[in-house]
Structure formats: C-alpha cells, structure tokens
C-alpha cells in the first residue's frame, strides 16, 4: 500500500494554492516541473475613454447651453479616471509559452504569489 506524500504548502488561500509541485488558480493547474520564471506583471489600463470625457465636459462648459451637461461629463470623466486601476499577474513562462496564472488589481498579494512560487521553484531543486 502506497503512503500518501505530503506535498510542502508555499502559499494558500481561498482562490490560489502553490505547493512545491503545483500552482492552483481558480480552474487552472500549472506544474511546477514546467515553469521556467514567474514574474509579477502589469497590466495597464487604457484611460483614453476617461481622458476624452474630460476634454469634452470642459468643450460643453465653454457653451453656456450645455453647461450641466459638460459638468456631467467632467464629472463622470474624473471619476471613472480615480476608479481605474491597472491589474497585476502572475505572469507563468514554461515551455508552452506565457500564461497570467492569476490576475488582481492589488500589487502585493500578486507579488507574494511570485515569491512563493519562486521558493517552491528553488525548493524542487
């Protein structure tokens, strides 16, 4: 009879598991034998939309006709810029190509990810 092997935990929370073989995210499994790096990368949001809404809310406020619709794009222009944020992954090089292994818009969490998935890297030897 075969004794279950203990597999050395990294990092785990609800979403995400990395052990010294496997990252788990979501539905996705990546074993640890086929990574090359990991990285922790950003994905930069466009904000041309917001940038735009601006512009034109400050044109409408020019035309007295159309000033609570020009602050209603000036306002909606600035708020939609303080709500996006650029997302962050882990950014999984193997020998099939690249992959985003998990995507959040918090930086830190990302980079603790990576860094456990680098120990578990070193750890397999």
């Known amino acids: 009879m075969e004794t279950p092997t203990t597999e ?8 995400v598991t990395i052990t ?3 990252f788990v995210s979501q539905s996705k499994t990546y074993a640890m034998r086929n ?15 917001q940038v735009l809404l601006i ?3 400050v044109l409408c406020l ?4 159309a000033r609570v619709f020009g602050v209603f794009l000036l306002a909606l ?4 810029l303080y709500l996006t944020k650029d997302e962050y992954s882990v950014r999984i090089n193997s020998n ?20 456990a998935v680098n120990e578990a890297m070193i750890y397999r030897g």
Request: a positive charge; proline letters at 0%; charged letters at 25%.
């Open 77 to 80: 222009g600035i708020l939609l």
């Open 55 to 57: 512009l034109i809310g």
């Open 8 to 15: 050395k935990v990294f990092y785990q929370d609800s979403k």
């Open 35 to 49: 990574i090359s790096s990991v990285t922790n990368y950003q994905i930069k949001k466009s904000r041309l939309l």
């Open 96 to 115: 099939s190509g690249e992959a985003d292994g998990y995507i959040s818009k918090d930086q830190q969490l990302i980079q603790r990810m990576v860094d």
């Open 20 to 22: 010294q073989s496997r």
């Open 62 to 65: 020019l035309a007295e006709s």
